[in-house]
């Protein structure tokens, strides 16, 4: 088993291999990255996705959706609180906390979120095993629909904004729509002590700053 980052416009999804040239892909991009996604895929040989998990329903994470959708033959699975933004490919907008991204985004709103075109979940996600060694942690607070996926033999955790990465460790996000949830779903995710923690920007890492 091995997690894979794959690298695209400002942001990462990730690729879980498993057994027998199978694996989950943890997020879609942003709209326009569904052919990297496949070719990735592609390259380094694994056949058949059965998972597409969305971490959350924020545009970076499921613009590329609708792309893959048509090329991949999976479930695809978000939680409850993100389902429409998935099905009617909705803009969700971030709650942005700083005065550098409130800036960034009152200038840029219509330039980053255009609405794309939707795809109906086929699983909605509850805390618990999604399969064998793969576990779904509610993780709100950077949205309300923010969900960790844990790989058990890899003791290793998927976290997408819940935490952001730096070249020093772990942070708090700074785009967050309840603060106390956040506090919790990261004080969750440091009690699983895992070896490594994969975030959706920034550099992955074990090391919490906070
Ligand atoms: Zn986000
Ligand atoms: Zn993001």
């Known amino acids: 088993m091995k997690i894979h980052e794959i690298p695209l416009r400002f942001v990462k999804s990730f690729l879980i291999e498993m057994e027998g040239k199978r694996g989950i892909l943890v997020d879609a991009g942003t709209p326009g990255s569904g052919n990297k996604i496949v070719n990735y895929i592609n390259s380094v040989g694994v ?31 978000i939680d409850e609180n993100g389902k429409d933004y998935l099905e009617k490919g909705l803009v969700r907008e971030p709650v942005v906390h700083s005065a550098f991204l409130k800036f960034v985004f009152s200038i840029g709103k219509p330039f980053f979120f255009k609405k794309t075109e939707g795809v109906p979940p086929d699983i909605i996600l509850k805390e618990g095993e999604l399969e064998d060694g793969i576990e779904i942690i509610r993780t709100s607070g950077h949205t ?54 994969y975030v959706s920007h920034g550099v992955s890492s074990n090391k919490f700053l906070i």
């Open 144 to 197: 309300n629909d923010s969900i960790s996926i844990y790989v058990n033999d890899l003791n290793s955790v998927i976290v997408g904004d819940t935490l952001q990465g730096t070249r020093n460790g772990l942070k708090y996000p700074s785009i967050y729509e309840n603060w106390d949830d956040l506090r919790k779903s990261v004080e969750k995710i440091k009690s699983l002590s895992s070896s490594m923690i």
């Open 47 to 77: 056949k058949q996705i059965d998972y597409v998990i969305f971490t959350h329903s924020h545009q970076d994470h499921i613009g590329g959706a609708h792309e893959l959708k048509v090329s991949l033959n999976s479930k695809f699975c």
